[in-house]
């Protein structure tokens, strides 16, 4: 788990999906206009169904937009969670 909120690329015992699944979350989050037919095709080749790619695409834009409604409204971080932007 350390190893997945460091980065993910470093995370041993990844499976073909799960790498792929995480490639393109980080990808749709820090280069959204980056994106190409290539990035859900990638998913499809190790076993995504649209409706699941779609799910991954939903949460991912979803957790993208409240980051940065919060952010934007200088909203703190609980101690906590500060694990997780280091």
Do not use: C
Request: no cysteine; proline share 2%; net charge negative.
């Amino acid at each position: 788990m350390d190893q997945l909120s460091i980065d993910f690329k470093t995370a041993e015992a990844l499976e073909p999906h799960q790498y792929a699944m995480l490639a393109y979350a980080a990808r749709l989050a820090k280069e959204p206009w980056a994106m190409s037919n290539e990035d859900v095709e990638s998913l499809r080749r190790v076993g995504f169904s649209d409706r699941a790619i779609l799910e991954v695409n939903l949460v991912t834009s979803y957790m993208s937009f409240v980051n940065r409604v919060a952010q934007g409204l200088g909203v703190e971080l609980e101690e906590h969670l500060h694990q997780f932007t280091r």
